[in-house]
């Protein structure tokens, strides 16, 4: 087993960032590769991004290239989402998510642990 913790979310304005953090702990996480999903209300589960095991490869969803920054600290068993020039519509639910199968996370949001989910607000 994996649990995963997401922190860091919260309420800011348009223009603004927060730094997402994922802290892993149980059954050797630093095997899985890691994500991060999100949910806006009445609205399906979307990829964000996504990171290897080692770090070395890294993918973002459209909307968020250039914006947004995923990285992961294997000492720490902790992943991060930097997210800068925040708009309204990155507004949802953030969910951490490990996986075996790296592209089957990006391209089937296929996942074997999921977190609890950290609400980001963002206001225009």
């Known amino acids: 087993q994996v649990q995963l913790a997401e922190s860091g979310g919260g309420l800011v304005q348009a223009g603004g960032s927060l730094r997402l953090s994922c802290a892993a702990t149980?059954?050797?996480?630093?095997?899985?590769?890691m994500g991060w999903f999100r949910q806006a209300p009445g609205m399906e589960r979307d990829f964000v991004a996504a990171?290897?095991?080692?770090?070395?490869?890294?993918d973002y969803a459209d909307s968020v290239k250039g914006r947004f920054t995923i990285s992961r600290d294997n000492r720490k068993n902790t992943m991060y989402l930097q997210m800068n020039i925040l708009k309204p519509e990155d507004t949802a639910v953030y969910y951490c998510?490990?996986?075996?199968?790296?592209?089957?996370?990006?391209?089937?949001?296929?996942?074997?642990?999921w977190g609890q989910g950290t609400q980001v607000s963002v206001s225009s």
């Open positions: 998510a490990a996986a075996q199968n790296y592209a089957s996370m990006i391209g089937s949001s296929l996942v074997d642990y």
């Open positions: 149980g059954r050797t996480s630093n095997n899985f590769a």
């Open positions: 990171i290897s095991r080692s770090g070395a490869i890294t």
